[in-house]
């Protein structure tokens, strides 16, 4: 379908403001995206659009096929609905206020541990890494380093699904399975129901800034779940006995958590 929009009671512009808001996606299994290369992005992997809100000048700067689809999909049905806003409904529905030049709603990817092939390749456990920003960016970097999934702990890890972590991620999060509210708890339980069925079951790595071995030296094998804790503390105290690795540096320590995730994603894709 598509719809001309005029003003902010629009149901599917308060719909793009609240999803916003973690609650609020999670109630309705949505998300909320800005901007034509995430959209983009979602369309090329097939991501269940809802809602798409463009100025009318931008229209015809949709991803091709878009409008096609729009046009064939009967409304409620479940598919593709285009609202054609002014530069103001538009700026109201974003979180980037005028910079926005579309919003776009579509269902918020989901996968369980099982649903992860952990033993066959490089994962990522995100444990309190609190920026949106990192969060997504780490995804991108997964993803561009042949990672096979990431999850994120329930307490103190910002939602790979957020606004902020979608515009980081430039659209890796409709690419790689990213497991969200995994307590360390289950991922070792995971783990060793793997091993007891005589399945390929990672290892598990924890990221040190401090000490741990050379992550140059350490040879680690395919399946490795690599544990990134937050900036300020590190991981947390739920990894007993797994192995440390650290990434050697000239000076002081001047590595984000962005940063040193890349850093491990290209050492192991390089030594794969």
């Keep these: ?6 003003g902010r009671q629009n149901h599917s512009v308060k719909l793009a403001r609240k999803l916003q808001k973690k609650k609020h996606r999670r109630e309705r299994g949505l998300l909320v995206c800005e901007g034509m290369d995430l959209l983009s992005a979602a369309v090329d992997a097939g991501a269940a659009l809802r809602d798409v809100l463009v100025r009318k000048d931008l229209l015809g700067a949709l991803p091709a096929g878009l409008i096609d689809q729009a046009k064939e999909d009967a409304p409620d049905a479940g598919g593709v609905d285009v609202g054609i806003c002014d530069a103001e409904t538009l700026e109201y529905a974003s979180s980037l206020g005028g910079a926005a030049d579309v919003v776009f709603t579509c269902v918020e990817p989901a996968y369980s541990l099982g649903d992860v092939a952990l033993g066959s390749g490089v994962s990522f ?3 309190g890494v609190g920026d949106p920003g990192n969060v997504g960016t780490l995804v991108r970097s997964l993803v561009a380093f042949g990672g096979v999934a990431m999850m994120c702990s329930p307490g103190g890890t910002a939602d790979p699904y957020g606004p902020k972590a979608m515009r980081a991620g430039m659209g890796a999060q409709f690419v790689l399975p990213v497991v969200v509210d995994v307590a360390p708890s289950d991922l070792l339980a995971r ?14 790595v924890v990221a040190d800034a401090h000490s741990g071995d050379d992550l140059r030296t350490v040879g680690l094998h395919a399946g490795v779940v690599v544990v990134l804790g937050s900036e300020r503390s590190g991981a947390s105290g739920e990894w007993p006995g797994a192995r440390r690795v650290t990434i050697a540096q000239s000076t002081f320590e001047s590595l984000n958590v962005a940063m ?5 994603a290209y050492e192991l894709y390089r030594g794969a």
Excluded: M
């Design 260 to 264: 040193a995730g890349t850093i491990v």
């Design 125 to 127: 456990f995100l444990d």
């Design 191 to 204: 783990i060793a129901v793997l091993a007891s069925r005589g399945d390929e079951a990672p290892e598990v």
């Design 1 to 6: 379908v598509i719809r001309e929009i005029a």
